[in-house]
């Protein structure tokens, strides 16, 4: 952010910073890093799923399907559905952003179509299943639902969850006298762990516990009144922080970051305006 210098404003971030800010997604959510934090899916336990789903597939239709067009026709009726459905169970373990939504799609067009086509009919000559096949349905959906949620935290992973769980109930329930207590021992622990807040969605909150105990803005936030109000505070933060994302993340073509303001390594803000 501040490679070109200890001064950022928005202009030297809009239409430009948006391909730092992809590649920074891109690298958190790169198969690595998911790794450390989410076990691979188990081949053996994938495949018996993927083998159950289909046995029950074809347990509740093999029969009503039989009787309505015969043996003859059983490879052509349950070629598209089997492959649909596989399409469909491959969306249930893909972690690929996007390649899920498509086999999902593709599966339900390529194979759910041509089924509930050939189901009305066979179904409609043979009612007595259409209970059965509804059960049956019921149990592959349960299924994929289970499988979509197989994948378990490493021990990396669970320890990161639980201290990032922790850390977000200490932000909402910590009270005032303990507050005192850090900020004696370190008088910018409020404005370390702001930007933590921010991720965590409680930077109100957090802001809002801090009134009666810190009295002094900081050197880069200056206010028309010269002393702490959180209140302008509160509403100077967000601004900036509005203004900075829709900045960051602008691209030529896309939308366009809001007006106003900017971000600065270290340097003071002017009057409750929006620099950081």
Known sequence: LFEVGDTVTEKDLKYKFHTT??????SISSKTNKNKIIEPMPVGKVATVFLLTIASFLIITLRPMLEYYGS???VFVFLFPIIGLCAVLLASISSAK???LFLYIWGFLFGGVAFIGMAIDAYGYTPFYIPYAIFGFVCMVVVNFFLRTLPRRTAYG???YGEIKGFRRFLQYAEKPKLEELVNENPSYFYDVLPYTYVLGLSSKWIKKFEGILSEPPDWYHSSSGTMSFVAFSHFMNSTMNTGMSAMSSSPGGGSGGGGGGFSGGGGG????SSW
């Open 270 to 273: 002017g009057g409750g305006g």
């Open 98 to 100: 996007g390649v899920d």
């Open 72 to 74: 003859g026709e059983l």
């Open 21 to 26: 800010v992809s590649a920074i997604s891109k």
């Open 158 to 160: 669970a320890r990161l």
